[in-house]
């Protein structure tokens, strides 16, 4: 259930520790409030830290989130292996979600993507997960709007943008709606800055259901976020 914002620390594995092809890196976010696929997790303020190993085609993650509280609510290890052709690339991951505090049963997902690298990159991903043996599927694209000149270096201003659909049983399960349909969207704007030790990445981030009868127990319908991370690798 993490959330999409492992950019900067991707930039790092791409670019860093080229030599041996094996790379270990961290990123620490902290964001207003936790919302996955619409729905508001955690409506408070949170730390969400990631930790990972990449080599070659193959990354191991560990990500959780802690609510203001200092309580462990959730913790997540996700399996992935890339394959790139040209500007085509695809991955294929299993992620396990286990909710520590307030204790609630684990689930298994896996999540199949396919994206182009570009000014405007596209994405589909296709996820199946154990909860609700439902399909959930999103189409994104992301885009440089602009980059700003801050002391000599480049900083962009990033674009992202997705929609969401559910099937059956996965709304039925996440949304407590008995149809499938299309879901949520979000819209995303970051900027990620080089720093001499890392990537420090502020983000304003505004999603919502698309309908108002979709998870009626699980918050407000749109939420805006506000997050600052920083990645690095070693």
């Known amino acids: ?8 620390a991707c930039a790092i594995a791409a670019t860093a520790g080229a030599s041996d092809g094996a790379l270990f890196y961290a990123d620490i976010a902290v964001r207003t409030k936790y919302v996955w696929r619409g729905l508001a997790v955690t409506d408070s ?40 052709i040209g500007p085509a690339s695809s991955t294929l991951s299993f992620s396990r979600y ?33 909860a609700s043996s439902g399909l959930y599927a999103r189409a994104s694209l992301s885009s440089t709007l602009h980059e700003f000149l801050v002391c000599d270096s480049a900083v962009p201003l990033r674009i992202d943008g997705w929609m969401g659909w559910g099937s059956r049983n996965h709304n039925r399960y996440w949304y407590e709606t ?8 979000g819209l995303e704007f970051s900027a990620p800055i080089s720093l001499a030790r890392g990537v420090l990445t502020p983000s304003i981030l505004y999603t919502s259901r698309l309908q ?23």
């Open 1 to 8: 259930m993490k959330l999409p914002n492992l950019c900067a």
């Open 45 to 84: 303020l949170v730390v969400q830290p990631t930790i990972g190993f990449e080599r070659e085609s193959l990354s191991f993650e560990l990500w959780a989130s802690v609510d203001s509280n200092g309580r462990l609510n959730e913790l997540d290890a996700i399996l992935s292996y890339t394959s790139t």
């Open 98 to 130: 286990e909710f520590p505090n307030p204790r609630e049963a684990g689930y298994w997902e896996a999540t199949a993507s396919i994206g182009l690298d570009g000014n405007v990159a596209p994405n589909v991903e296709i996820a199946f997960d154990t």
């Open 178 to 185: 008995a149809q499938s349909g299309f879901s949520d969207w």
């Open 212 to 234: 108002s009868g979709m998870g009626p127990n699980t918050g407000q319908r749109s939420n805006l976020v506000f997050g600052i991370a920083f990645a690095f690798d070693f």
